[in-house]
């Protein structure tokens, strides 16, 4: 069921695409995109035996979307697709939703920051697939086998799911800015307490700037506006750096085809450490007549039995026995000249 996962990702995200161009969570929204793309039909066409398998691969997809790093109305949006799936599955018994156990506490800050929010639709959903006992808790998010791949093809997220970088906006707030004002004032009110002004001026005693908290407010409002201006401008800029790029590669590609064609024009020299290799040329049957090989042919050494013989010369009645052969019944038979003791 590898081969469909790219298929059922595809689809999901096109429906969350559409659930998030609505800037709604309510389940009623999202039901009637479901019913639009007929997305029940998901199930359909598959064999008895492979029911089970395509359900496990449709419910780990929509259970990806429904965990961070999304933004809220995304993991709003897969948490509907996992229960519409859970329902709808042809399966029977119906096919657990995998959920490890170290994401089990994402679920639970995200069901806190939606009845801090009072979506009840979010609630109500996540209580009824409780209730129906659909989460399978495991110690890992996918299922390990021994057949694995070697190397397995990481998902690509969608960028445009993706939860925006807030979280200097949300530690630096009108609060937290009020409380180190106060602070800071009354620091300023020890240090002249204590030290005089000449004192006050030299640099041991200001360890901290005057001006440290309109510093900081104001570094949160341009990382603020930064963020709204890649938002706006980032498609002029990429169309922009698209072209650039495209004029790069192609340069790069000019020059290494030059390399190439300077290193294969020059002759091929043998290495320092191949030289003693070097290809030994038969001669002899050029001249006899033309061979069917074209080129060059090495010369085959003689075996180790033939030059044994060529160089070892036995002779008289050595060479008798050693060439004639040992039948073992000889061995076995029993010695009659043996003096009786």
């Not at 799936?85 to 639970?108: F, G, H, M, N």
């Not at 069901?111 to 129906?132: G, P, W």
């Not at 041991?204 to 440290?212: F, P």
């Amino acid at each position: 069921m590898d081969f469909c996962n790219k298929q059922v990702k595809s689809d999901c995200e096109e429906l969350l695409f559409r659930f998030q161009q609505t800037d709604s969570v309510h389940f009623e929204v999202f039901s009637k995109i479901w019913r639009e793309m007929k997305f029940s039909q998901i199930f359909y066409g598959t064999v008895k035996h492979e029911k089970r398998a395509f359900s496990r691969v449709v419910l780990d997809t929509a259970c990806s979307f429904f965990l961070p790093p999304f933004s809220f109305q995304i993991r709003v949006g897969g948490l509907y697709l996992l229960y519409s799936l859970y329902q709808c599955q042809t399966a029977s018994p119906s096919e657990q939703i995998r959920l490890a156990l170290k994401d089990w506490e994402d679920v639970k800050k995200f069901e806190k920051d939606a009845v801090d929010a009072q979506h009840h639709d979010v609630i109500y959903i996540l209580q009824q697939l409780m209730f129906h006992k659909a989460f399978h808790f495991t110690a890992m998010p996918t299922l390990l086998t021994f057949k694995k791949k070697r190397k397995v093809e990481k998902l690509v997220l969608c960028e445009d799911f993706m939860e925006r970088a807030s979280r200097p906006q949300e530690l630096i707030n009108n609060k937290l800015l009020e409380e180190l004002s106060n602070i800071h004032k009354l620091y300023e009110n020890l240090k002249t307490s204590v030290f005089s002004t000449s004192e006050q001026a030299g640099s041991s005693v200001n360890l901290i700037s005057k001006d440290l908290v309109p510093q900081l407010r104001s570094t949160v409002v341009d990382f603020y506006k930064w963020q709204q201006r890649k938002d706006g401008t980032g498609e002029d800029e990429d169309s922009g750096e698209g072209t650039s790029s495209q004029q790069e590669s192609s340069k790069r590609a000019e020059r290494l085809a030059s390399i190439k064609s300077k290193a294969y024009g020059e002759a091929a020299e043998a290495s320092k450490s191949r030289r003693h290799r070097q290809v030994e040329v038969d001669f002899k049957s050029n001249e006899s007549g033309p061979s069917h090989s074209s080129g060059y042919s090495r010369t085959s050494k003689p075996s180790l039995k033939a030059r044994t013989k060529e160089n070892v010369h036995i002779s008289g009645d050595v060479w008798k026995e050693a060439t004639t052969t040992t039948r073992i019944n000889r061995l076995t038979a029993l010695d009659t000249g043996l003096p009786e003791g």
